[in-house]
């Protein structure tokens, strides 16, 4: 092939099958993801552990529990709009490096508030690397797969919590409580290396950066095999020219009420999803459930919207905004219905599926479409900011439900307040939709009005 010609880098990944660089890249971030998931959930395996041996009320862990879903809010937003400006690679492995540092050093602490700053910092790398993996994934995805590529990435969190609990009590019960920090931090710190060798830097990224045209063409190279490319070729993005890593970018070209609406309904979707996860075993214990099926609940709605997100991210190729409206409307039926099926294990275990399948469903599929709606020189920062106003409703979420629960006293009554969140968010994907639907009316007229007639 000859040099100097203008490369459209989308168009090389599009037209190319999946390469054997593209699964490499999703694999390590599938793992990212998993460890992320472990280590978020490693401070409730061990919280009443801790509570024992410091002679603490439970109570007093919620604030710890908070600080680290604070932290991963700064993660989230600063190491976001600092990778448009620096690029993914390196601050994926910083944030891995530093909450397995962070967890490491939670095994060393001795009392509350030495444990609640280790959390905070520790929830700043958590953060972060989840807002480089989902870019990441993004990047080196074609756009036909986008959706259900960065939706599978994502389930790696809930399998290394539900990993994890599975062997959470035994490694307590036989090597004490810092096991689950021990473990939590070297899993990640020995994964870092492999990580150095193996991932690359974004390719979208790279197209910003002159310097970077020889990795550049290589990794395409890799990428599409059936062509050869050079650095002396000129790279581009077709995108709109903004300023990488601004948050005013988000307002503008057309972006600002569907980055607000985005923001409503991740914000209401998570607000829904921490409520349940935290509340749901208590609740179905005080409705008369047995222990053992009241924790299944929790198994039941993390295994469903793992389910729920692949179809989703399916059917989302034609018609996205359509699905996850719809998914939201139903997962306000399915989950008011919980607290009204008369004690049933089998017709409450359904219940708790469908609410899964289509409110984490739906959540999971919400963050694959966000990472599609920003252009690359923002996306670090859109997807970062989203996190981060989402993770604001995952501290809200379980004060919500025990506060109704605590005004009601009727597990009924809580499952129908879980309905608003879910309809807020359905009801905010609607007028994106309608958005949409309007700006791309507005572009075919403009097309009409300046093309002049044969």
Known sequence: METGHRIDIVSVIDDAPLSALQWRVFTLLFVISMLDGYDTQAIAFVAPAISKAWHLPSSVFGAVFSAGLLGTVIGAIGFGMLADR?????????????????????????????????????????????????????EYAPTRARTTVVTICMWGFPLGAVIG?????????????????????????????????????????????????TTVASLLSQINGARKFSAQDDFYLIEPQVTRGSVRELFSNGLGAGTVLLWIALFASLVLTYCLINWIPSVLKQAGLPIGDAVLGTVTINFAGIVGSFVMSRAMKRRPLRVLVGAYLLGAVSVGSIGFVNHI?????????????FIIGAQMAVTAYITGYYPTSIRGTGVGWAQGVGRFGSLLGPLAGGTVLAATGQPSQMFLFCAIPALVAGLALLGLACVTRSKASEAALNLQTTTPHQ
């Open 86 to 138: 620096i690029g993914r690679r390196l601050l994926t492995i910083g944030s891995v490096t530093l909450f397995g540092l962070l967890t490491w050093a939670c095994a060393y602490t001795t009392n509350y508030n030495e444990l609640l700053l280790c959390r905070l910092v520790a929830g700043v790398g958590l953060g972060g690397a989840t807002v480089n993996f989902l870019a990441l994934a993004s």
């Open 165 to 213: 609990g599975l062997f959470a009590g035994s490694m307590i019960e036989h090597h004490g409580w810092t096991s689950i920090f021990y473990l939590g931090a070297a899993l990640p710190l020995l994964f870092v290396p492999a990580l150095l060798l193996m991932l690359p830097e974004s390719v979208r990224y790279m197209a910003y950066v002159p310097s970077k045209r």
């Open 345 to 357: 294990v089998a017709l409450i275990m359904s219940s708790i599926f469908l609410t899964g399948f």
